[in-house]
C-alpha cells in the first residue's frame, strides 16, 4: 500500500497542478505539499525497509511477469528519498521567489513521479519507462525562464539526451533478445548463460546511457552548457536528483545485472573516474563564473563515485553509495546559493564548499573518509594521491569563487540581499549538509543497508 501511494501521489498530483496555472503562490505551493507528502511516504516505507526485508506488489493484481512488478529495498527507497529532498528544496526556492513559469511546479511533481517510479520497479523496461517520463519532464524544466540561454540549455540537454535514451533503449531490446526476460531478477540469472561478447556489448550500451546521464567524462559534452544555462533550480535539480538516474542505474545494472562484465571492466572504471575527476577539477579552476564553476566541478565529483564501483566490494559500493548521497546533497546547496545573495548565504555556500573538498564536519568529509578506506582496502597509492589531488583543487576552485562572489571588501558588490525566505532555504540546506558530518551513523547505516540489498537482491 505504501509502495503505490508513493508512486500514485505525485503522478496525481502533478497530472493536476501541470494543468493548472503555477505562477499562482498557492499552486505553487500545492506542489511543495505534494512533494513533502510524498517524501513522507517514502520516509515511512524506507522506515518499514530499512534493515528489513524488501517490499514488493504487482500492479493491478496480475502475476509477475504479466504486470509491473514494484519492489522497494534500501537502495532504490535511499535514492528515491534523496531525490524528492532535491526536488523539494528546488520547488520550495521557486516558490518563494516567484514561479516564473505555469508548469514548473506541475513538472517537478512528475519529475518526482517518474524518479520515484525508475527507483522501484524491478523489471527493466518499466524502468525504461519511467526513465522517459523524468527526462521528458527535465527537458521541458531545463527550457525554465524562457531566455536565450536558458532555451539553448534545453535544446542540447535534450539532444545530447535522447541519444542516450535510443543506446539504452537498445540495450533494453539486446537483454531481451538474449535472455527472455525484461524482470531484473530474470535477466541477473538468465544472462549467465548468454555468449559473453553479446553480454558485453549490453552491458556497455547500458553504462554509455547512465554516464550521459550522469554526466561523466568522456560523456560531459553537453552538462556546462546546460547546468551553467539552467536557472539555479533547475541546475539544482538536475545536478542533485536526474543525475542520480546515473549512479543508481550504474549500480543496480552493474551489480545486479551484470556482476561477471562489471568485474572485467573494474580498471577501465577506475580509470575513466579518475580521468573525469582530474578533467572537472582542472577546468572547473580555469572558470571564472559561479555556475561553470560549479557544472565542471559536478564532472569530477561523479568521477569519485565511478572509481568505488570500479574497485568493488562491499567497501568499494558502500563508498559510491555514500559519495552518491553526499555529492546529490552538496551540488543542489551549491546551485540554490548560486542564486541568491547575502551573508547567510554566503556561509551556506562555504559549507557546500568545505563538503566538496572533504572538510570536516561538513558531510563530504564522510564520504572522503569512506573513498580513502577504499583506496587503502584496494592497496592502491595512485588512488590515495588522486583523492588528495582531487580535494585540492576541489578547495582551489571554491575558494576563488568564494572570493569572487562573497568575499568583496565592499559589501554592496556582491549585489542587493535576497528575500529572507530564500536565504533561510539554502540556510537550512546547509544543516543539514553539517547535520549529515556531524552525526554520520544514519547516513552510513543507510549506505551499508542500501548495499547489502543491493549484493542480496533476487528481484523477481
Known amino acids: 500500500m505504501l509502495l503505490s501511494t508513493a508512486l500514485l501521489l505525485p503522478w496525481v498530483s502533478g497530472a493536476v497542478l501541470v494543468a493548472l496555472d503555477g505562477r499562482r503562490r498557492v499552486v505553487a505551493w500545492l506542489a511543495v505539499a505534494s512533494l513533502a507528502a510524498t517524501l513522507a511516504v517514502l520516509g515511512v516505507l524506507a522506515a518499514d525497509v ?24 534500501a537502495l532504490g527507497v535511499a535514492f528515491a528519498l534523496l531525490s524528492l529532498l532535491v526536488l523539494l528544496a528546488g520547488a520550495a526556492h521557486e516558490a518563494v521567489g516567484g514561479v516564473r513559469s505555469r508548469t514548473f511546479p506541475g513538472l517537478v511533481v ?64 539486446g537483454a531481451y533478445h538474449v535472455t527472455g526476460a525484461l524482470a531484473m531478477g530474470q535477466v541477473a540469472e538468465r544472462v549467465l548463460a548468454v555468449n559473453p561478447n553479446a553480454a558485453i556489448l549490453i552491458a556497455a550500451g547500458f553504462f554509455i546511457a547512465f554516464s550521459v546521464k550522469l554526466g561523466l567524462f568522456p560523456f560531459h559534452f553537453w552538462l556546462p552548457t546546460v547546468y551553467a544555462g539552467a536557472r ?66 559536478a564532472i569530477g565529483q561523479v568521477g569519485y563515485v565511478l572509481v568505488a564501483l570500479g574497485v568493488g566490494g562491499p567497501v568499494g559500493l558502500v563508498a559510491a553509495v555514500l559519495y ?34 572533504g572538510v570536516p ?25 588522486l583523492l588528495v589531488v582531487g580535494s585540492a583543487l576541489s578547495l582551489v576552485y571554491l575558494f576563488q569563487v568564494y572570493q569572487r562572489s562573497f568575499w568583496r571588501p565592499d559589501p554592496s558588490a556582491t549585489g542587493v540581499a535576497s528575500p529572507l525566505p530564500q536565504r533561510l532555504l539554502t540556510a537550512v540546506s546547509a544543516l543539514l549538509v553539517l547535520a549529515a558530518g556531524l552525526w554520520p551513523e544514519p547516513l552510513l547505516l543507510l549506505s551499508k543497508d542500501a548495499v547489502d540489498a543491493l549484493l542480496a537482491v533476487d528481484p523477481q
Do not use: H
Open 50 to 73: 530499512l534493515g528489513g526485508d524488501a517490499r514488493q506488489v504487482v500492479t493491478g493484481g496480475w502475476p509477475a511477469g504479466v504486470g509491473v512488478v514494484l519492489r522497494a529495498d
Open 110 to 173: 512528475l519529475l518526482g513521479a517518474g524518479l520515484t517510479g525508475l527507483f522501484v520497479t524491478a523489471d527493466v523496461f518499466s524502468f525504461y519507462v519511467f526513465f522517459e517520463l523524468a527526462m521528458t519532464a527535465s527537458y521541458a524544466l531545463s527550457a525554465y525562464g524562457g531566455k536565450r540561454r536558458q532555451l539553448r540549455a534545453a535544446v542540447v540537454f535534450t539532444a545530447v539526451n535522447l541519444l542516450g535514451s535510443f543506446v539504452f533503449l537498445l540495450s533494453v531490446a
Open 232 to 297: 539555479p533550480a533547475v541546475a539544482a535539480i538536475l545536478s542533485g536528483a536526474v543525475a542520480n538516474i546515473g549512479a543508481y542505474g550504474l549500480l543496480r545494472f552493474g551489480v545486479d545485472l551484470f556482476p561477471e562484465q562489471l568485474r572485467l571492466a573494474g580498471v577501465a572504471l577506475v580509470v575513466l573516474g579518475a580521468a573525469s575527476i582530474v578533467y572537472g577539477g582542472v577546468l572547473a579552476v580555469a572558470r571564472g563564473d559561479a555556475a561553470e564553476m560549479l557544472a565542471y566541478s
Open 324 to 357: 552518491s548521497v553526499v555529492n546529490s546533497l552538496n551540488k543542489a546547496l551549491l546551485f540554490l546559493t548560486s542564486g541568491v545573495r547575502g551573508p547567510l548565504v554566503a556561509a551556506a555556500f562555504a559549507v557546500g564548499a568545505l563538503s566538496v573538498a
Open 361 to 385: 564536519p561538513a558531510a563530504g568529509f564522510i564520504g572522503k573518509l569512506e573513498l580513502f578506506r577504499t583506496a587503502i582496502v584496494a592497496g592502491s597509492a595512485a588512488l590515495v594521491v
